[in-house]
């Protein structure tokens, strides 16, 4: 039965082919709010056909821009939890009730985690942030948290870190990151990361500000 505390926040930018399939899989577990990110096929009339929210984008700002809008609608509208997750069919959303469970019990934020990464330089981030912070996958789509978390920092990502800058400065504040493991599947269209020299950058990029925010002190 769908819980109305939750919001599942899915970013989705030119995902038609899959983005129904997503909805149809997640919507038993809460709301869904997809955030499309001023896609140019057909996804906002797909998602039109289902019961999901749909905000749109008029131009295309970017992932973290996109999950930051969908968080600020959750927020507004009174979620109590807050679970994100990506259009283009990879994760399995089975992962859902165990993370939905450990808010329930006062976590404030979860974070799944794949037991296999698409690059090898999210392999590396996933080893240096298990070893530092035992955190083993910080870019995995899929998150959880609980309205208290959002409501402590005020938003959700700044720097365009892929949706990791609200778990680096948990980590900072020493708030528990609980973690639950995920299945994935063959990935459907394009990285948001872009291609391997884009993926390789940004990514690099993000090490160095989670290692900036994690061993900065609270202002």
């Not at 056909?49 to 821009?65: D, P, Q, R």
């Not at 990506?86 to 934020?109: C, F, H, Y």
């Not at 720097?159 to 504040?173: H, P, S």
């Amino acid at each position: 039965m769908r819980d109305n505390s939750v919001a599942i926040v899915i970013p989705a930018f030119n995902e038609s082919k899959t983005i129904t399939d997503v909805i149809c899989k997640v919507q038993i577990y809460g709301n869904v709010i997809i955030v499309d990110d001023g896609s140019t096929d057909s996804t906002i009339d797909t998602v039109k056909t289902t019961s999901a929210t749909i905000i749109s984008h008029k131009k295309n700002l970017g992932y973290e821009a996109a999950l930051s809008t969908g968080f600020e609608y959750a927020f507004n509208n009174g979620y109590s939890y807050i679970v994100t997750t990506d259009a283009d069919g990879e994760l399995d959303s089975l992962a859902i009730p165990e993370v939905l469970k450990i808010l329930r019990k006062n976590a404030m934020i979860v974070v799944c985690s794949r037991s296999i990464k698409n690059r090898i330089i999210e392999t590396i981030f996933g080893v240096l942030s298990n070893m530092v912070w035992s955190v083993s996958d910080p870019l995995c789509g899929m998150k959880g948290y609980s309205y208290n978390l959002f409501e402590k920092y005020g938003f959700f990502d700044r720097r365009k870190m892929i949706g990791t800058e609200l778990l680096a400065c948990a980590i900072r504040d020493g708030i528990p990151i609980n973690e639950v493991p995920i299945k994935v599947s063959k990935r459907e269209g394009e990285s948001r990361y872009g291609g391997a020299l884009s993926s390789l950058v940004k990514i690099t990029r993000i090490i160095f500000l989670f290692f900036l925010i994690t061993y900065k002190k609270k202002d």
